[in-house]
């Protein structure tokens, strides 16, 4: 079964508009982590946002945020005020649990297009 | 600091050959890991470290080798390569901060096996 589930391989975008994409996870471990990662063309991952499962409040990081919702096992990516150096793909991560050094499980990507 | 640094950049490989990628990081991070990425796909962990030393297995092993003898450096073997080994292989870093594994990637080996 897949542990972490983004069902849009693509999205568009208007500049400007805020977006949100979705990532699903499974996991029965209590303790855990949700990662988002860009991918732009050129092939880096890029560190974007960082939501634990004990975390009282969403994680925020200047325009990103994540919209935790742990009963349903969602962690979606909100983007506001997209730009066109936002165009890339999106990659929601899981670690599950705390010792077991740290690996991450990766969802298949979302792409996102910033339309002008 | 470099960060996490990988070579080869590309590399073409014939069927039956061998080779290592090379990496190396300098931020003094415990834990290390080797992903492979799949045309359209996302990433999938084949081994990972947490010290020098330790290795351990990650999804999709088979057909890889790795080691750590020092805390900077994983190599990643491949020993008679495959068309399905065709892949980008990143490596990471991490370092245990409460809880959460901040992973710094390199910027990848994109290798073709034919």
């Known amino acids: ?116 | 600091n470099a960060g996490v640094t990988q070579t080869p950049k590309f590399r073409i490989l014939k069927i039956g050959q061998s080779m290592t990628l090379q990496c190396t990081q300098d931020m003094n991070h415990n834990y290390m890991y080797w992903y492979r990425q799949d045309p359209g796909m996302g990433l999938k962990l084949i081994y990972y470290s947490v010290g020098a030393g330790i290795t351990d297995k990650g999804e999709v092993p088979n057909g890889y080798n790795v080691s750590r003898s020092t805390t900077e450096d994983f190599p990643l073997r491949l020993e008679l390569a495959a068309p399905s080994q065709t892949s980008v292989y990143f490596c990471a870093s991490s370092y245990r901060l409460r809880e959460v594994y901040e992973q710094y990637f390199g910027p990848g080996t994109r290798l073709t096996v034919t």
């Not at chain 1, 471990?29 to 988002?36: E, K, M, N, R, T």
């Not at chain 1, 994680?59 to 165009?87: C, H, M, P, W």
């Open chain 1, 1 to 116: 079964a897949q542990k972490i589930t983004q069902t849009q391989p693509g999205m568009f975008v208007q500049e400007k508009e805020a977006v949100t994409l979705d990532c699903t996870y499974d996991t029965s471990d209590p303790s855990y982590g949700l990662f988002w990662y860009k991918q732009p063309s050129s092939g880096e991952m890029i560190f974007l946002i960082y939501q634990g499962s004990y975390d009282q409040q969403n994680a925020t990081e200047g325009r990103y945020s994540l919209n935790f919702q742990k009963a349903r096992k969602s962690a979606n990516l909100v983007i506001s005020a997209s730009q066109l150096g936002d165009s890339a793909m999106y990659f929601c991560a899981m670690r599950e649990g705390n010792n077991q050094g740290g690996k991450l499980i990766f969802g298949q990507g979302t792409e996102l297009s910033v339309k002008p």
